[in-house]
């Protein structure tokens, strides 16, 4: 991600400019009453629809506890529910995991911690062109090197996505190890990244981050309290609370790619608000560097389900994740047969 450019702006009270090298230092400036041409993000109104979830289609909602610790009954039940969820939706709220409250807590105490001692060593955060989100903190984590910064947080959440991707190897026809061996989980890759959005005087005018897909398998995104996510469902940007204690888990593009498109990554943004600060906490679950991410061939059938993407190794995906324009699924698209 590229810094924020300086951006000069009129204060509607003064005749003197005003240059800002960051969203820090924009969101910081009790002059400013109106955002910089180049932080405005264009949509159109009448081309989409914002709307809360259907209460007779909900975000589903997965119980880890019965995953990991159900009868063979629930355990079934829970992974049939898993697959639709990856299916329809592309993600789902999951309840009753193993990371504790307090962990959790702490973590969002850790990262706003961290964003005020940035704001001390003044130093510019990172931001991409046209958005409002400043990202604060990116740890790649090597299972083989956890770093000591949020080990715990890590090891947890790392645990958690390797039961679910066996649930979901499950939900697929596969061996329940099957995703875990063929992406050599063992020693798979982790990133945490942690993303800051301040309040913005325009919010109608301002997208803190643009419509996306994500690399990896899943990621296991946390939340503060302050709601902005929304995901693309059947046409329409569905709003996504922000529940305490609680993952909200998105299908990423390798999912997507190993799963033939079955299970299709899903389209998020975050929108920002003119009243709270919102932060959010990804962990991302990834396939180790030099691992090839394909179609499984157990899934595959020259007839009915023929190859859909390109074979890739996931530190050649991630480069041309970084040399693309992140909007849609612009680098997924490049694989694509």
């Given at each position: 991600?590229?810094?924020?450019?300086?951006?000069?702006?009129?204060?509607?009270?003064?005749?003197?400019?005003?240059?800002?090298?960051?969203?820090?230092?924009l969101?910081?400036?009790?002059?400013?009453?109106?955002?910089?041409?180049?932080?405005?993000?264009?949509?159109?109104?009448?081309?989409?629809i914002?709307?809360?979830p259907?209460?007779?289609?909900?975000?589903?909602?997965?119980?880890?506890?019965?995953?990991?610790?159900?009868?063979?009954?629930?355990?079934?039940?829970?992974?049939?529910?898993?697959?639709?969820?990856c299916?329809?939706?592309?993600?789902?709220?999951?309840?009753?995991?193993?990371?504790?409250?307090?962990?959790?807590?702490?973590?969002?105490?850790?990262?706003?911690?961290?964003?005020?001692?940035?704001?001390?060593?003044?130093?510019?955060m990172?931001?991409?062109?046209?958005?409002?989100?400043?990202?604060?903190?990116?740890l790649?984590?090597?299972?083989?090197?956890?770093?000591?910064?949020?080990?715990?947080?890590?090891?947890?959440?790392?645990?958690?996505?390797?039961?679910?991707?066996?649930?979901?190897?499950?939900?697929?026809?596969?061996?329940?190890n099957?995703?875990?061996?063929t992406?050599?989980?063992?020693?798979?890759?982790?990133?945490?990244?942690?993303?800051?959005?301040?309040?913005?005087?325009?919010?109608?005018?301002?997208?803190?981050?643009?419509?996306?897909?994500?690399?990896?398998?899943?990621?296991?995104?946390?939340?503060?309290?302050?709601?902005?996510?929304?995901?693309?469902?059947?046409?329409?940007?569905?709003?996504?609370?922000?529940?305490?204690?609680?993952?909200?888990?998105?299908?990423?593009?390798?999912?997507?790619?190993?799963?033939?498109?079955?299970?299709?990554?899903?389209?998020h943004?975050?929108?920002?608000?003119?009243?709270?600060?919102?932060?959010?906490?990804?962990?991302?679950?990834?396939?180790?560097?030099?691992?090839?991410?394909?179609?499984?061939?157990?899934?595959?059938?020259?007839?009915?389900?023929?190859?859909?993407?390109?074979?890739m190794?996931?530190?050649?995906?991630?480069?041309?994740?970084?040399?693309?324009?992140?909007?849609?699924?612009?680098?997924?698209?490049?694989?694509?047969?």
């Amino acid at each position: 991600m590229a810094p924020s450019p300086t951006v000069p702006e009129i204060s509607p009270n003064s005749n003197k400019e005003i240059s800002f090298t960051s969203v820090k230092a924009l969101s910081e400036s009790p002059e400013v009453t109106t955002i910089p041409s180049s932080y405005t993000f264009n949509t159109n109104p009448d081309d989409e629809i914002v709307t809360d979830p259907d209460e007779d289609d909900p975000i589903p909602i997965i119980d880890y506890f019965l995953l990991v610790h159900g009868t063979p009954d629930q355990r079934a039940k829970t992974i049939h529910d898993i697959g639709k969820a990856c299916e329809q939706w592309g993600i789902f709220m999951l309840i009753n995991h193993s990371v504790s409250k307090s962990l959790m807590e702490n973590m969002v105490d850790e990262v706003f911690a961290f964003s005020i001692l940035e704001k001390r060593r003044s130093k510019s955060m990172q931001v991409l062109a046209g958005s409002l989100s400043l990202c604060l903190l990116t740890l790649m984590v090597e299972r083989k090197h956890v770093m000591d910064a949020s080990a715990e947080y890590s090891r947890r959440t790392w645990k958690v996505g390797r039961e679910l991707l066996k649930g979901i190897s499950e939900s697929l026809g596969l061996e329940a190890n099957y995703i875990d061996k063929t992406m050599n989980l063992d020693s798979g890759l982790q990133m945490l990244a942690a993303n800051l959005y301040p309040p913005c005087p325009q919010p109608e005018l301002a997208m803190g981050m643009p419509p996306h897909s994500d690399h990896g398998l899943l990621n296991l995104l946390m939340q503060n309290g302050v709601s902005g996510l929304q995901v693309l469902h059947n046409g329409k940007w569905i709003n996504v609370s922000s529940t305490p204690n609680c993952f909200l888990v998105l299908v990423s593009d390798h999912l997507e790619i190993m799963s033939n498109g079955k299970y299709k990554s899903v389209l998020h943004r975050a929108v920002v608000s003119n009243r709270a600060t919102r932060m959010s906490l990804a962990s991302v679950i990834a396939p180790s560097l030099d691992t090839v991410v394909e179609p499984a061939s157990e899934l595959l059938d020259k007839q009915s389900n023929p190859t859909a993407y390109v074979g890739m190794k996931h530190r050649d995906y991630m480069e041309l994740q970084r040399s693309n324009h992140l909007y849609g699924k612009s680098v997924l698209d490049k694989v694509k047969i």
